[in-house]
């Protein structure tokens, strides 16, 4: 649940991107890096687990890293799609009803093309931003990011508290 070790060190997942960042440097390469465009349930889980906090130091973590690596000759661009924004909170549908299809996601946990489409253009400089859905993570904009994604999940949480309900329940069902 925490990107440090007890130590207070970062996690070596860090490490493995430092590395990766450091060979492509090396060899010439670009890299563009991707947060993953979580469903909104999911979030919520990150939320109600306590390890938000956790999520967004991850996000400050990667963004110093990814700024370190420009500022040594790598180009390289990050962006966040992590978010309740309009694709993250499309309404999913009852496992049992196998016959309305979702737009954007297979299920919480999975995202269609259309939307791995959306991101790459957004990537690829084809298309904007939408709001936070394909922000930079940047040093001078990732507080302001973070804070945008919080009021996005009040507003989903005032609009949405079934789904605050049905996670609260699948969290104290699994809790020992």
Sequence with gaps: PSIRAADGSLSPCFGEIDALLRDAR???QSVMIATYPYHARLLEILWQTNVWRDYEDWKRELTVMVERARAQGLQV???DFSGYHVYA???LVDRA???TPLR???EAGHFKSALGDRM???MTGLAPSEGTFGAELATASIEGNLAAIRVERDQYTFTHPDVQEAIRRLIKSTSP
């Design 26 to 28: 090396a060899r010439r």
């Design 77 to 79: 661009v990050a962006r």
């Design 89 to 91: 909170t499309e309404r």
């Design 97 to 99: 009803d196998s016959r």
């Design 104 to 106: 954007w996601y297979w």
């Design 120 to 122: 790459l253009s957004i």
